[in-house]
């Protein structure tokens, strides 16, 4: 008589030999799909990364990156310098003050934006200083032309502000100044202005008009 044990443990080996050669069985059976199936699935699909999986943005909707160092925009006129000395680079004046004046002005007036900002004034130029005045906010920016005469050698021409100090005037020693030669002038109290002009060197007849930026 076989013991319980031993009969247990011979059904366990009789399962264990057929699950291991059913196994044996699946591991080297031959697939049963033909070949043109097989090359109809397609190679095995790849799991997507999750920065593939992510939805992308058109590219048309993506802003454009910044350089770091992007250039300046470019100004209509430059503060000081380029056109605001160009434009009286070939400019020669003749005996007529007042013709001088309204052309030189309009050489470089409406060529960096400005207009006049009072009528053509004109005198005697000697030592005596001639004043002329106008109105002025805080704020605005200005230049000044004049033109004298074959007679004075050098016109001088300063502006004082309402208080009576100069905040500018000529250094060049011609009969033609301009405040200022390289750019414009700029006012920071609201009131009246005034141009004085005199004669440095000879006397003799002048003219001279404000311009101001609008």
């Known amino acids: 008589m076989i013991p319980l044990c031993h009969m247990i443990d011979a059904e366990r080996a009789k399962g264990c030999a ?31 990364s999750p920065d ?13 990156r910044v350089p770091d160092s992007a250039p300046p925009a470019m ?18 004046a003749s005996s007529a003050p007042e013709r001088d004046v309204a ?20 005198g005697d130029a000697n030592d005596n200083a001639q004043d002329h005045r106008f ?27 309402p208080r009576g100090n100069a905040i500018t005037w000529d250094r060049n020693g011609d009969r033609w100044p301009i405040l200022n030669p390289d750019g414009l002038f700029c006012v920071f109290d609201t009131g009246t202005y005034t141009v004085r002009v005199r004669a440095l060197q000879g006397k003799g007849r002048y003219a001279m008009q404000v311009w101001r930026l609008p």
């Open 75 to 92: 100004r209509v006129s430059e503060s000081v310098g380029g056109r605001w000395v160009s434009c009286y680079a070939n400019y020669r």
């Open 135 to 161: 109105e002025a906010v805080a704020g605005d920016c200005f230049r000044v032309f004049a033109v004298a005469d074959a007679f004075v050698a050098d016109l001088g021409i300063e502006v004082t502000n």
């Open 52 to 64: 593939e999986a992510a939805p992308r943005e058109p590219a048309a909707l993506s802003a454009p």
């Open 18 to 48: 057929v699950l291991l050669g059913f196994g044996l069985a699946c591991r080297h059976a031959p697939t049963d799909a033909r070949p043109d199936e097989v090359e109809r699935a397609g190679p095995e699909q790849k799991m997507p």
């Open 103 to 122: 052309r030189l002005g309009a050489m470089c007036g409406p060529e960096n934006g400005m207009i006049p900002a009072c009528p053509i004034a004109s």
